[in-house]
């Protein structure tokens, strides 16, 4: 059990240690959605499972209301937005298998995923 722990922790950090490159249209949704309001964070790596989402995004906390009717803010879920270039597509136009897998695991961790 041991050696596979430490065997998972190698793994993990052989794939986060993987160089991320930002295409021009990722670049420009991440300007576009900044432009909204949204609370962006580009190249967002996840803990978990090193994942690297291209841009996380959620809405600005927003005020709510706690037990004794103070105003607290309240965050809202952050959203995994995947920039998805023609070499994440089959010849007939459908998501290849890696980024099938992706999205699943995302979404499997909580994250809403947003395809562009």
Known sequence: A???QELGKECLQAFCGQ???ESELQLEVAVALRRTGLEIKEEHR?????????????????AGRDGGGNSLPVPSPW???EVDG???????????GSTLLKRKQLGQLGYTVVPV
Do not use: E, Q
């Not at 994440?88 to 998501?95: E, K």
């Open 19 to 21: 160089a991320t490159h």
């Open 86 to 96: 023609p070499f994440h597509f089959l010849l007939d136009g459908t998501p290849d």
């Open 79 to 81: 959203w995994a937005v």
């Open 46 to 62: 996840d803990a978990k499972s090193g994942y690297s989402i291209d841009v996380l995004v959620r809405r600005r906390p927003a």
């Open 2 to 4: 041991r050696v596979k």
